[in-house]
């Protein structure tokens, strides 16, 4: 699954398919071995390759992942993942990345959730 | 505050200097007459230059805006943000972008919350 392009959106792919594909060796393929992998929202982190393997594949329900857009350079950069689970729910993942040497070495990943607008401002959008 | 570069990045520091300076004007002149924004946390949407306008002018609070990070190419791109309220809270805002010919068509506003993680996996992560 490593591509011989070491740039960041060629990486992000690879990322992306991987996990899909639960090829966890193609997914380690492409961390570095010291990589760190944190969940702002919830101030979780894990450090190292197989600490990152064993929090996915121990990660409940059959979930699927889609790349919906991404943009990186050689050092950096971020996707938006449209996300499921066979017979839950959908939602929006938006993960950013830090490579080194065509590795990535940081994943920050945000789950944002749906909540109701604060009152007041009715006038000002629509709803969809 | 716009740039005669064309490109998306500039494009996005000038929006996020604009917002941040209140330079109404100055946001405007980013903005495609019928830019489209939404919430999709929300469900909310606005759309055109007037409308948008109006909706950040009306928003509440002491706020400021920094530019955390960006990536972008010529037709789209994306911005992580740290914001925060004079006396009060602090979070993060990741913000889409579609260009054209170095205006924005369309910005998706994403404001993820700190949540609870679930339980079950204390054993795989670490809180920071």
């Known amino acids: 699954m490593v591509s011989d392009d070491k740039g960041g959106l060629a ?5 992306v398919a991987s996990l899909e594909a639960r090829d966890w060796d193609g997914v380690d393929c492409l961390l570095h071995a010291d990589v760190v992998y944190e969940l702002p929202q919830t101030r979780e982190r894990i450090t190292g ?3 990152l393997r064993a929090f996915n ?5 059959d979930w699927h992942l889609g790349l919906a857009e991404a943009y990186a350079d ?8 449209d996300w499921d689970v066979t017979g839950g729910e959908t939602g929006t993942a938006i ?11 940081r994943i920050t990943d945000w789950w ?5 607008p604060p009152p007041g401002r009715e006038h000002l959008v629509e709803r969809y």
């Open 11 to 15: 990486t992000i792919e690879a990322y």
């Open 49 to 51: 390759r197989e600490g």
């Open 57 to 61: 594949t121990a990660y409940p329900g």
């Open 74 to 81: 050689e050092g950096a950069g971020v996707a938006r993942l």
């Open 95 to 105: 993960v950013f990345f830090r490579f080194d040497d065509g590795l990535i070495t």
């Open 112 to 116: 944002p959730e749906f909540y109701d």
